[in-house]
């Protein structure tokens, strides 16, 4: 399994329009972070978590040339934008591609993209496959997919864990039932936005309270603010078994 990190950043992004923060000025191609994304390519399939405003650069950034899903997280904006630009992949790859969803986030998308879903079909609109998830597993292709709850403040969304890899991104809270799902992965990714409190995400302290609660052999840190700081500083404040992750930063499994 590759997994390749497609954007790290936070719905802003860095650099966030118009701030002069030393972190938005930086010249360190590790301090500009799309939003968040990730692409995991498995023996069998290529799947994509998350596609928001910056999908079509990233998956242009990242070559990546067949795409078989897309898992989605949540509703918010910064994860969904994108998903108009799975058309090219329709018309080179002659094939629709599956996405999977709970209902809320079908409902969000059947409202952002009310074209896709109307009865009147035009040429060139994007072909999807809408599959309906819950908190229970299921595959794509010979891959086991283990959906899990977390919540983003108030609002229940989903992390995903494939394998020894487990996904959380935009979580504050994550219960012991959820923590259970994913006990022993080996990789784990998880949101770390700012080192100053915030309501709905984890911040720098709690994200690394909660990697060691885990426990895998390595965590890295996604959705990142320009609040937390330089790439370089920050991560000299780590550990070892905790790395931030960048754009286009690929592991293997």
């Not at 979580?171 to 006990?183: F, G």
Request: hydrophobic residues 40%.
């Amino acid at each position: 399994m590759k997994i390749t990190f497609l954007g790290t950043g936070t719905s802003q992004g860095i650099p966030v329009i118009g701030c002069k923060c030393v972190v938005c000025q930086s010249a360190d191609k590790k301090d500009q972070r799309l939003r968040v994304s990730v692409w995991v390519k498995t023996a069998d399939k290529s799947i994509v978590i998350d596609s928001g405003p910056d999908f079509r650069y990233q998956m242009l950034r990242a070559g990546v040339d067949d795409l078989d899903a897309i898992l989605y997280t949540h509703e918010h904006k910064d994860h969904v934008a994108g998903l108009d630009d799975i058309r090219p992949y329709n018309y080179i790859l002659k094939k629709r591609i599956d996405i999977y969803a709970t209902e809320r986030v079908q409902e969000a998308l059947k409202r952002e993209f009310q074209y896709i879903f109307a009865d009147t079909k035009y040429h060139g609109l994007p072909q999807i496959n809408l599959h309906t998830i819950t908190d229970e597993p299921f595959a794509i292709g010979e891959n086991t997919i283990v959906p899990f709850e977390v919540m983003h403040y108030k609002l229940p969304i989903l992390g995903y864990r494939i394998g020894d890899f487990t996904y959380i991104t935009d979580a504050k809270t994550i219960s012991e039932a959820s923590l259970e799902k994913i006990k022993g992965t080996k990789v784990l990714v998880l949101n770390a936005l700012q080192k100053e409190d915030h309501i709905s995400h984890l911040t720098f302290s709690e994200a690394i309270e909660l990697a060691n609660k885990v426990g895998a052999e390595m965590t890295y840190f996604t959705h990142i603010s320009h609040n937390l700081g330089l790439h370089a500083e920050v991560s000299k404040e780590l550990p070892a078994h905790i790395k931030l992750a960048y754009d286009g930063l690929t592991i293997e499994l």
